[in-house]
């Protein structure tokens, strides 16, 4: 190395700094994949991202590989830059030069590369497999030995090794992987993924329909009128009951009944026939576990009963379903059927709404641990029942009670915040 010349040094410690940026850069690059996608490279057969997914299988020995390499360069290019110094300087050029490398190595081949390459790191990564896959293959003694020496090394560290490196996601994990995707998952797919999430975490009474608001036939009615319910229904399937919903006999199908409806000779006694067997579920179940019931069970119709085996609500497999997918509305610009939006920014909201639909239709964040419809949040905050035309500021909403119906809130008014400013 003193027989070359100072061009020639100069030449191979440029050399040495680019190969030492390329060591640094695809460490973070290869560091820095996707794993997922990474996956989904490697099932279309693509050739960098077969060679990449490889390495990785086996990250200490692609570190090892890579940490040789790049401290036998750094390595060599102090030994290159002490010779220089020496030349040119003499005795005092050894700190200047220490001084000058460690700078150029920092800016030039750690934070530049390694900055580019994780903001780039497909690029890189799978530049740098094909030729980590053959020079691994070539050193692959050394880099064996190396390795074997830092496990024994942990090992007396008490460090166990044989813990997998990837732990399964939990739940909230999950939420985070998904809500954090940004733009690699549009928004739509985005709110479906986390609906599906949060199947696990809420229950049937979150989302039934109460039993106040249930309409079904009453078999205690005229035949006329069961006749005109049955042939205006907006549903497919109806509980049937006898002087009310706690009193259930089952549901029916009115696709079963339309066919026979005109005939002279439909009365009750050939109803009776179609109706099917009620189907109840705890109040406490799963909204995952009941959509597994429901397929299971084939049905699509379910009661809710409390501990005691009172009748709560009823929940629908749809119910079900627009907890992923948003809300079945003939209208794609309503975010919600109980919500009404009115032109000077307030909304007009249905009492008996779910907590749970108000935060998904509005973004909000109203606490759903406790009271399950906007009418029980608001009697409980009050701790009183209200009367119309009541206003009160119900968690940073500015709200006016529209219409009662008895002891419970009909309808509410929530005022837009611009009013709440301007009248403060």
Do not use: C
């Not at 002490?82 to 040119?88: M, N, P, Q, S």
């Not at 942990?154 to 954090?180: C, F, M, S, Y």
Request: glycine content about 6%.
């Amino acid at each position: 190395m003193t027989d070359l010349s100072i061009a020639a040094l100069s030449g191979l410690l440029f050399i040495l700094v680019l190969l030492s940026a390329f060591f640094s850069g695809s460490e973070t690059a290869l560091m820095r994949l996707n794993r997922y996608r990474l996956l989904h490279l490697v099932k279309n057969n693509h050739a960098g991202a077969k060679l990449a997914h490889k390495l990785l299988q086996r990250p200490d020995r692609l570190i090892g590989l890579i940490l040789l390499g790049n401290n036998f360069i750094n390595i060599l290019a102090s030994a290159i830059a002490t010779v220089l110094a020496l030349r040119l300087y003499g005795e005092s050029g050894i700190a200047i030069a220490t001084g000058l490398l460690t700078f150029v190595i920092l800016i030039f081949s750690e934070v530049t590369p390694k900055t580019w390459a994780a903001a780039h790191p497909e690029r890189l990564a799978f530049f740098s497999s094909k030729i980590y896959s053959p020079l691994l293959k070539l050193l692959y003694p050394l880099v064996w030995l190396i390795n074997a020496i830092a496990n024994r090394l942990l090992k007396l560290l008490g460090i166990d090794l044989n813990v997998k490196a990837e732990q399964p996601l939990k739940h909230d994990e999950l939420r985070t992987l998904v809500t954090e995707a940004g733009s690699l998952i549009p928004k739509q797919h985005q709110a479906m993924l986390l609906g599906i999430l949060d199947l696990e975490s809420a229950i049937v009474e979150d989302i039934m329909i109460p039993a106040n608001e249930i309409h079904g036939i009453n078999l205690d009615d005229e035949l006329d009128e069961i006749k005109k319910q049955l042939i205006n229904a907006a549903y497919s399937n109806l509980p049937v009951f006898k002087t009310n919903v706690d009193n259930v006999q089952g549901f029916i199908k009115t696709k079963d009944v339309l066919n026979q409806i005109n005939n002279e000779t439909f009365s009750l006694e050939s109803l009776t026939p179609l109706i099917n067997e009620p189907y109840f579920i705890p109040n406490n179940t799963s909204l995952y576990q009941q959509l597994i019931n429901f397929q299971k069970r084939k049905q699509r119709f379910a009661m809710v009963v409390d501990e005691y085996g009172v009748i709560l609500g009823l929940v629908t497999l749809q119910d079900v379903l627009e907890e992923v997918v948003g809300e079945f509305t003939t209208d794609p610009s309503d975010s919600s059927p109980n919500i009404q939006r009115k032109e000077d920014g307030s909304m007009h909201i249905n009492g008996n709404i779910t907590i749970r639909e108000i935060n998904r239709a509005l973004a909000w964040s109203l606490p759903s641990d406790g009271p399950k419809t906007l009418n029980g949040l608001i009697l409980e905050y009050l701790e009183a029942i209200p009367e119309s035309g009541t206003s009160l500021k119900l968690f940073e909403h500015l709200i006016e009670i529209v219409q009662m119906d008895g002891n419970s809130i009909k309808l509410v008014k929530f005022i837009a915040k611009k009013n709440n400013e301007e009248s403060a």
